[in-house]
């Protein structure tokens, strides 16, 4: 008898032998096909259509989100993007009515799926303390789970966290497992030409609660990306993360660069008029920086970093989703000074950036302007009424706008702080992994909070008039240059053409404006804001300057509102009237939309709640899109 | 030879499966046995041992190393087997939860690593062809009006003289779309254009006025090219990965409801 079952052991082991040297799934015979599948997509000669994407994901193996209770993983998170349906953690199904055409997971490099291995560890193999009891509180319930991860965020902005999750070559197995797993999900998914996954992380230096995170994203695939892994950020700065982009690059050959976000949170760090250890920026600091972080996230779920109000006193429209972000930073540690404004909001950094250029020669900080989610539930929701919330706790319920949502701290941020969150709209030449990175170099990209409407913006001195008929674009990018590009200063007024259309399913717009920012020779760095084009201008004039506002046509009781004001199409060729030659100047557009109700309107007519006092007064908003900036400086010296 | 068809039940491999992990452990024996106080370290344990580290520290151990390395794995055998005679995993939720896991991994793990033949996935491509159909393509043009009316009078215009030159509003959509993807009309267009255009015959004649999220079109719909199912050879991958991810779950599901058959359940309420 013993000698059968040897045989049938044997047997067993040999076919298994055999499976792994012949037959196993290979991911490196994978990336060939994909390879050839990218190589058979046609490349236009100019971007024709935007592609709509998210950057900025999370699913179960990320520290938090699987702590906050996220139960899936990035395979739902792809065929969510793509259009499927899926059943989200709580139970609900959930489908996008609208597919994604590209999608960064960006789960969190520090403690990559730890969360999960402690969470499914045997209780008595857990030897530290704090780990345990984290442990027992996320077995016991979604709320002690969330408490839990709340005091594991609060430890890592402390640098108080437990040995077993900071210490990178403990980790260093693990990681490199659900790395490269995920790298070859990626693949999977990928469909040149119509959907596109690319490889990056999240990237989360916090010093004492200071959010300075960044995502990191590749143009690669599987074969190069497979060979590092994602660096960690909790003991480190941003010239470490920066080498560790250098070396990437060095000994693979691909190309990475990375996206700073929330510098709404960081209480004044992210965007510094000095070197990080306080000294004056150097020109190679300056210059890194801006080779290195391209694109910046100006708006998500954690708020809004475009403008703030008390930076910009003469802009109505500044302080979208600025509300309960303002008071601190990110784990609310710490309160913010006025003073730190400055050094969070995009506009004051893109002023910033012509000051530094001005002393060294470099600007650090000329980067494009994307918007994603930062959700944490798997689910790429970007549109206010379908917003899955920030993680499963706040998925729909009646409960999470006007809940405190103070994530363990103690003080003043509520549910209907939160934004649905954003998009990034990026003008690709075609739908591949290559295509849109080097899009997002070139800062051809902008933010949009939500809506899908498309922008054009370019600028040049010789575009002359045009009916906004037959190829203008194609004209356009002939005689001038897109968003995100440089005009070397010719000592006469740069001209601008701005093209907005309005989402086809979504709201009809306000208005086009036009943003500027430029520095003196004194070194005083100013902004001013031009309406450029409104819907209406027979009937809608501007008085002492201002334009009056569009009007406004929700109906709070059942979260509606008409397309009866507005305009589906705004366009115009514009001329700055106060330009001075010599000065270095940046201009961006602004697209308003008419009023809409935001999130928590639709919850509140969904659950039949209530909404608070200050959650009313802030259920109808503007949305609104935001382009990279063109600038305009002296011509380069000759070489 | 042909096998039949039975061997290819994912039910049946189930079941062999079983049949061989059971008769394995009969014939080797309780591989941790809580009675049993006496634990042998045999050289391929000590390789294993050697091997886990040399994964994460990128060299093999010293011998002093892999002595430790050998003491704390004994210690954790020793309280591992303490810890089952005192009962400690039977009401823990998460020994609990950490085998079931395992027995739902067991059941798909053969889905993940089997490596289907052509004419499964052949099969698996005739029985579910719309997964795989590429997009209807439309071909059309259209013209762009603010105002209901407007559209009214030019459609009757442009059936009178045909002429639709310098007709329309100026709008940034194109006038002229050339076998475009469902998905991609949709997108451009919005949702309440697109489904005008699928009750739209495709005769080449004007028809409107059809409305948008931006206004109102006239639209003539000259080409309507219903998606195929492109050949096998073109989507092998696609195919093989939608049949992995479907046989996974119905695996999982399969075994579960085997043994969930064996079991009487009585819920009191």
């Given at each position: 008898m013993k000698k059968i079952l040897g045989i049938v052991v044997l047997v067993a082991v040999l076919a298994a032998a055999i499976w792994w040297l012949f037959i196993r799934h290979d991911p490196v015979a994978k990336a060939e096909d994909v390879a050839e599948a990218e190589a058979a997509v046609t490349i236009a000669d100019y971007p024709q259509q935007v592609l709509w994407g998210d950057t900025h994901l999370h699913t179960d193996n990320s520290i938090d989100a699987f702590g906050f209770g996220?139960?899936?993983g990035p395979d739902a998170a792809l065929k969510f993007a793509r259009g499927e349906k899926v059943t989200a953690t709580m139970g609900m199904e959930a489908q996008l009515a609208r597919p994604l055409d590209f999608l960064v997971i960006a789960d969190h490099s520090d403690g990559l799926g730890a969360t999960r291995r402690l969470y499914d560890a045997p209780r008595f193999m857990i030897q530290d303390d704090t780990l345990l009891r984290w442990h027992d509180m996320m077995q016991e319930s979604p709320e002690q789970s969330q408490l839990a991860i709340a005091e594991l965020i609060t430890a890592a902005s402390n640098g108080t966290l437990p040995d077993a999750l900071r210490d990178p070559e403990n980790q260093a197995e693990n990681t490199r497992n659900i790395w490269q797993a995920h790298l070859a999900t990626l693949d999977k998914y990928y469909e040149p030409g119509k959907f596109t996954p690319l490889a990056g992380y999240e990237w989360t230096l916090m010093p004492g609660g200071n959010n300075l995170h960044r995502v990191v994203m590749y143009?690669?695939?599987?074969?190069?990306?497979?060979q590092i892994l994602p660096a960690p950020a909790l003991d480190g700065n941003i010239t470490a993360l920066f080498d560790h982009m250098d070396a990437y690059e060095q000994s693979t050959g691909g190309k990475v660069l990375a996206i700073p976000h929330n510098s709404n949170l960081s209480n004044g760090l992210?965007?510094?008029?000095?070197?990080a250890d306080g000294g004056p920026m150097t020109a190679e600091t300056a210059r890194r920086r801006a080779l290195r972080e391209p694109?910046?996230?100006?708006?998500q779920i954690k708020g809004d970093s475009e403008s703030h109000p008390f930076l910009s006193p003469n802009d109505e429209f500044a302080g979208f989703g600025d509300v309960g972000w303002e008071i601190g930073n990110l784990s609310l540690t710490a309160f913010k000074e006025d003073d730190q404004l400055a050094g969070e909001y995009l506009r004051e950094a893109l002023k910033r950036g012509l000051s530094i250029e001005q002393q060294t020669g470099a600007n650090p900080y000329k980067f494009g302007m994307i918007g994603s989610t930062d959700s944490h539930t798997t689910l790429a929701t970007g549109d206010e009424d379908n917003f899955f919330g920030k993680h499963t706790g706040n998925e729909p319920n009646g409960e999470r706008a006007n809940a405190e949502q103070n994530l363990g701290t103690r003080v003043g941020r509520f549910g209907w702080n939160y934004l649905a969150g954003g998009y990034a709209a990026v003008w690709a030449k075609a739908n591949t992994r290559a295509e849109i990175f080097d899009a997002m170099m070139r800062r051809e990209v902008y933010a949009t909070t939500g809506p899908r409407m498309t922008v054009r913006f370019f600028g040049g001195f010789d575009l002359g008039e045009t009916d906004?008929?037959?190829?203008w674009v194609a004209d356009a990018y002939k005689g001038g240059v897109p968003m995100g590009g440089e005009l070397s200063d010719e000592g006469k007024a740069p001209q601008f053409i701005v093209s907005a259309l309005k989402d086809p399913d979504g709201a009809h717009l306000d208005r086009v404006q036009i943003v500027k920012g430029w520095i003196t020779a004194d070194g005083t760095t100013r902004e001013k804001v031009f309406d450029v084009v409104w819907s209406d201008m027979d009937t809608r004039r501007s008085v002492g300057g201002k334009l009056p506002a569009v009007g406004n046509t929700v109906n709070r009781e059942e979260a509606t509102y008409t397309n009866?004001?507005?305009?589906?199409q705004l366009q115009t060729v514009w001329t700055d009237p106060e330009y001075r030659a010599g000065q270095n100047a940046f201009y961006y557009v602004r697209v308003l939309e008419i009023p809409t109700p935001r999130w928590t309107l639709f919850d509140a007519v969904r659950f039949g709640i209530e909404l608070s006092e200050e959650a009313q007064k802030y259920a109808v908003a503007q949305e609104r899109a935001y382009t990279s900036p063109i600038w305009i400086g002296p011509a380069p010296a000759a070489p | 030879m042909t096998l039949p068809g039975w061997t290819r039940e994912p039910l049946v491999h189930f079941l062999l499966l079983g049949i061989a992990l059971f008769l394995f452990f009969a014939w080797k024996g309780e591989p941790v046995d809580p009675a049993s106080r006496t634990i042998a370290i045999s050289q391929e344990d000590r390789a294993r041992i050697a091997l886990t580290w040399e994964r994460t520290m990128q060299r093999p151990p010293t011998d002093a190393e892999l002595d430790t390395l050998t003491e704390t794995w004994l210690r954790e055998e020793i309280l591992y087997r303490e810890a089952l005679r005192l009962g400690l995993d039977r009401d823990d939720a998460v020994v609990r939860k950490r085998l079931a896991n395992k027995m739902d991994f067991l059941a798909s793990s053969i889905a993940e690593t089997a490596q289907p033949s052509d004419q499964t996935l052949r099969d698996w491509l005739e029985a579910h062809p719309q997964r795989f159909a590429d997009d209807t393509t439309y071909s059309f043009d259209q013209l762009y009006f603010a105002g209901k009316s407007d559209a009214a009078a030019a459609l009757e215009r442009v059936r009178d003289d045909g002429d639709w030159s310098g007709l329309g509003q100026v709008i940034d959509l194109p006038a002229t779309r050339e076998g475009v993807s469902s998905q991609a009309v949709e997108k451009q267009f919005g949702i309440a254009f697109f489904e005008a255009l699928q009750t739209i015959e495709d005769t080449g004649e004007w028809s409107g006025p059809v409305a948008s999220g931006f206004g109102w079109h006239l639209v003539r719909l000259r080409d309507r090219a219903v998606g195929t199912v492109p050949a096998f050879e073109d989507i092998r991958d696609r195919v093989e990965n939608d049949w992995r991810l479907a046989t996974l779950e119905r695996r999982k599901q399969d075994a579960y409801q085997l043994l969930r058959d064996a079991y009487e359940v009585t819920v009191e309420k």
């Open positions: 996220t139960r899936l143009r690669d695939g599987y074969d190069r990306t497979s992210m965007f510094e008029l000095t070197q694109v910046v996230e100006a708006t906004f008929a037959g190829d009866d004001i507005g305009a589906p | -």
